[in-house]
């Protein structure tokens, strides 16, 4: 399923939406123009699990440099299809949480889901040297904010049917409940001692990042009641 555009409308400019896809795509130019130097950049300022979770690597110098990669990842990507597939959603769903969040609170709100899905995907892959990057996580809790905001709320979909595609309307509980359940399964069985490979793809920043975002639209709800 492809979401071309949700039906829930904004009441405010969603100004730190619009300027997050512009730092987003920014920054991803600058990744290709690096050249030979960008796999050094990506290992320096990309989560690398095994730099937390391992003695002997917290030097005052690495907590430094490790607190810095848990931000800076959130503004890398690993290519086009990765950075436009985030940007899309975010562009979709992010105007109505920044409505109800406000500005600076979605700002802030961001950037601690995808502080999240970062620690989750550390703690499930202690053992990995592999780069993690993206603002999967970012967008995970946007979904996650969406989810209980906006439970009825009409996305307009691309749906495959068999050979044909066609445009449906689903109620956004569907949608991302569907999304979700992809991300966990996906997650589950690339826990340490599975079988299966994880492919490449942080699942389960993408489950912190969706739990994170459940969690601070709860307490939202809560302070506004």
Known sequence: MIPLRDKARARRLPLVTGLLIIANIYIFLKEIFLGSELKG???????????????GTWTASQFISNG?????ALFLHG??????????????????????????????????????GNLAHIVTNINSN?????????????????????PGAKIVTLLPLFIFWTVVEVPAFFFLGIW?????????????????SAGGVAWWAHIG????????????RLRKR
């Open 68 to 72: 810095i990669s848990l931000v800076s």
């Open 41 to 55: 950049i990506i290992y320096k300022y990309a989560v690398v699990p095994v730099a937390y979770l391992h003695p």
């Open 130 to 150: 592999a780069p993690a990057l993206g603002a999967s996580g970012c967008i995970a809790g946007v979904l996650g904010a969406y989810f209980l905001l906006f």
């Open 79 to 116: 290519g086009w299809l990765h950075l436009l597939g985030n940007m899309w959603y975010l562009w979709i769903f992010g105007d109505n949480v920044e409505d109800k969040l406000g500005h600076f609170k979605f700002l802030l709100f961001y950037i601690l889901c995808g502080l999240i």
């Open 209 to 220: 990042g969706f739990a994170g975002g459940l969690l601070f639209a709860f307490l939202f």
């Open 180 to 196: 979700f359940l992809i991300q966990f399964l996906n997650g589950f069985f690339t826990l340490p001692g599975s079988k299966e």
